[in-house]
């Protein structure tokens, strides 16, 4: 239902799956349903857009323009949509979710859980990202005066989903390949070994973490924002609930686990292709 990440996604749940769901009883639901709507499979779907980001972002400040070229095969060899949504679904049905996907998808048929998944995936697309970095960010400056309940909420929410620390695990990931990047086309001043790479993104942490908080309310305020209290305490209580929690644990671990290994890769990838290093 919400991410980290990350990183910040298109709804493609259409209105067919819905129309089915309405009418589905409490105890109809499957491993792959429930992560389709809930947005899980989404966020998984998004990553040729942050693929085709980072390329182009590598070209953009390299003279070097093959550069965004290798960084795009690398992570498209390391990052294969079809085998990444087949390893989460798995490690879901490994969880035991007879004990708790059946409350989890009662919520999110829910006309709440509806409305918050829909909010939340509009909030993801890359398509947004523009509008949600100015309006949320717009929103949550005005937050400490003109809402601070609400403020307050997201706070709560972030801490208890344990956004933060796994945003910050996405970042270290992201910074590998960065600096992958940056090795690969000679910008690195040193060339650095896997432990050095991650000794120097951990000494950053403290201003990584400021930066990502900031991110993760700014995302909070634009995807709620018409959300009453009294629906936000409603999603509070199903994300503090103990099926909530199991949900959005397996969720985040699974996410964080899939995206560190295909991460490293594609950086190892990359500076084997560069010649930095030996395969």
Aim: glycine share 6%; with cysteine.
């Amino acid at each position: 239902m919400f991410r980290r990440l990350t990183y910040f996604m298109l709804c493609f749940v259409g209105a067919v799956v819905f129309a089915t769901i309405a009418h589905a009883s409490d105890d109809d639901w499957s491993v792959e349903e429930v992560l389709e709507i809930s947005g899980v499979l989404a966020d998984i779907r998004y990553t040729p857009d942050f693929i085709e980001s980072a390329a182009n972002t590598a070209s953009k400040t390299n003279s070097d323009k093959s550069i965004g070229r290798d960084i795009k095969a690398a992570m498209n060899w390391a990052f294969d949509v079809d085998e990444m949504i087949d390893e989460c679904i798995a490690r879901f049905q490994a969880s035991g979710p007879e004990a708790y996907f059946p409350q989890v998808s009662q919520f999110l048929r829910s006309p709440l859980g509806k409305r918050i998944s829909k909010l939340e995936l509009e909030t993801k697309d890359p398509a947004n990202k523009e509008t949600r970095l100015k309006v949320g960010g717009e929103i949550l400056a005005k937050l400490p005066e003109s809402d601070p309940e609400r403020l307050e909420f997201y706070i709560w929410m972030t801490d208890e989903l344990g956004l933060l620390e796994f945003a910050e695990a996405f970042a270290l990931n992201v910074g590998y390949a960065t600096i992958s990047g940056m090795m690969a086309s000679g910008k690195a001043p040193v060339t650095l070994t896997d432990e050095e790479i991650i000794g120097l993104l951990k000494s950053k942490s403290g201003e990584i973490r400021k930066q990502l908080k900031t991110q993760i309310y700014t995302s909070h305020a634009y995807a709620y924002q018409s959300l009453s209290m009294n629906d936000l305490e409603t999603y509070g209580e199903f994300i503090s609930s103990s099926a909530g929690r199991k949900f959005y644990q397996v969720w985040l671990t699974t996410v964080e686990d899939i995206m560190t290994r295909r991460m490293r890769a594609s950086g190892a990838r990359l500076m084997e292709m560069r010649g930095i290093r030996k395969s």
